[in-house]
T-cell receptor
């Protein structure tokens, strides 16, 4: 069964600090892995998308890594800002399987940035 | 860049009424649109998949007669919650899959519609 596990479930850090969110998956056959940011009461917004051959991708202060061998990904946030407070969702796309959308969603990490 | 819009963003209705939610893809043609439901602190759960001009495919456990989906064009899909009840209260998110100019095929999510049934 395709699964995506994220950790930690929630995280509180001080403004300006860095943090790393983890994502482990068992989706197969793997197509790509995406990180989304979801603000409360809003739809997910794409941060990064990585295919099998990519092991790192950056988007501003967000850097995602992918280890396709161990089926792990991380999202590193540098110099956090109050606006980074949100849920961060790891979504893995299968070439087939998962839902009809081919996606398996993690439950997300709820990040709170404190001033 | 590609954008998906939803309307309304928030709706409150009485039990037994029907509610229509619109989902539009802007600046790109969506080959497929998806409808999700998200309960507090839970993952997005796929409800149905629709392709333009064909009937929607519903996930197991989702009542097709209750959640009517119409995908009239490559840029518009609608979800109608018929005879809504309080247990239908949720956050409904649409997503459009397609190719925006200069990008690979990807999936864009709408901002969501908060439905509260009294």
């Amino acid at each position: 069964k395709n699964q995506v596990e994220q950790s930690p479930q929630s995280l509180i850090i001080l403004e300006g600090k860095n943090c790393t969110l983890q994502c482990n998956y068992t989706v197969s056959p793997f197509s790509n892995l995406r990180w989304y940011k979801q603000d409360t009461g809003r739809g997910p917004v794409s941060l990064t998308i990585m295919t099998f051959s990519e092991n790192t991708k950056s988007n501003g202060r967000y850097t995602a890594t992918l280890d396709a061998d161990t089926k792990q990904s991380s999202l590193h946030i540098t110099a956090s800002q109050l606006s980074d407070s949100a849920s961060y969702i790891c979504v893995v796309s299968a070439i087939r399987g998962g839902g009809a959308d081919g996606l398996t969603f993690g439950k997300g990490t709820h990040l709170i940035i404190q001033p | 860049g590609a954008v998906v819009s939803q309307h309304p963003s928030r709706v409150i209705c009485k039990s037994g009424t029907s509610v229509k939610i619109e989902c539009r893809s802007l600046d790109f043609q969506a080959t497929t649109m998806f409808w999700y439901r998200q309960f507090p602190k839970q993952s997005l759960m796929l409800m149905a998949t629709s392709n333009e001009g064909s009937k929607a495919t519903y996930e197991q456990g989702v009542e097709k007669d209750k959640f009517l989906i119409n995908h009239a064009s490559l840029t518009l899909s609608t979800l109608t919650v018929t005879s809504a009840h309080p247990e239908d209260s949720s956050f409904y998110i649409c997503s459009a899959r397609g190719v925006s100019s200069g990008e690979v095929e990807t999936q864009y999510f709408g901002p969501g519609t908060r439905l509260l049934v009294l």
